[in-house]
């Protein structure tokens, strides 16, 4: 199994408060994703990066933002959090770019903002 | 927008039968990939297959790809219980760089 661990696992917060995810991955990957899944949605892009300093938004970035100093981390920041972003939050890593290659998931984050 | 979708939503078959998932996208693709997902745990890569490819096999599954469709099949032969799980395509649209797109799933049950 490729090492890509996620904190917190649960995080329960309350409206307003900010909120910060993390990945670590030991596999020196380049490619780092964060996705969200809800039901009837599958899941949903929200950022992703291609090398250190380097990001994107995904389909779902606003109210999001991603920091990646270090190759094997990558953060998502809720600056705010909404009841609306209570979901569980997949890191994903590739190390050829998802169009030669397989994406590898962490555990999931579930996060809950009441 | 969600760009693919599945069908069926729910499967529920016995142990033995075969077990057929189809995923549907809109636009032009490069690759199209199939996951899987236990409940409560991240997803794991199953098989890819590329846009010029008709079809490809791996073990007990079976996928498929129609671009003029713009569709995909998963095959599952002699499901186990241990088959049970969601499963997802996932693909890279023409143009779309590094991200990939999933489908909106489907939850297969094997039941004994």
């Known amino acids: 199994d490729a090492g890509i661990t996620q904190s917190p696992r649960h995080k329960v917060t309350e409206t307003g408060t900010p909120v910060t995810l993390r990945c670590h991955q030991t596999?020196?990957?380049?490619?780092m994703y964060w996705y969200r899944q809800d039901p009837g949605h599958g899941l949903r892009l929200i950022h992703y990066?291609?090398?250190?300093?380097?990001?994107d938004k995904g389909e779902v970035s606003d109210g999001y933002s991603v920091s990646r100093s270090k190759t094997e981390d990558f953060l998502l920041t809720l600056e705010s959090a909404t009841s609306s972003q209570t979901s569980v939050y997949f890191c994903?890593?590739?190390?050829?770019?998802?169009?030669?290659?397989?994406?590898?998931f962490g555990e999931g984050s579930r996060l809950t903002v009441l | 927008s969600q760009q693919g979708e599945e069908d069926p939503q729910a499967l529920s078959i016995q142990e033995g039968e075969n077990a057929t998932m189809n995923c549907s996208y809109k636009?032009?693709?490069?690759?199209l990939q199939w996951y899987r997902q236990n409940s409560g745990r991240g997803l794991v890569h199953l098989i890819l297959?590329?846009?010029?490819?008709r079809e490809k096999h791996s073990g007990r599954l079976r996928v498929t790809l129609d671009t003029s469709k713009k569709s995909s099949s998963l095959l599952i032969t002699a499901s186990r219980a241990a088959d049970t799980a969601s499963y997802f395509c996932?693909?890279?649209?023409?143009?779309?760089?590094?991200?990939?797109?999933f489908g909106t799933g489907t939850q297969l049950k094997v039941e004994l």
């Open positions: 994903a890593t590739a190390g050829l770019g998802q169009d030669t290659g397989e994406l590898f």
């Open positions: 596999e020196n990957h380049r490619y």
């Open positions: 990066s291609y090398g250190v300093k380097d990001t």
């Open positions: 636009t032009s693709i490069n690759n």
């Open positions: 297959i590329r846009s010029n490819e």
């Open positions: 996932a693909f890279i649209l023409t143009g779309g760089g590094n991200k990939l797109t």
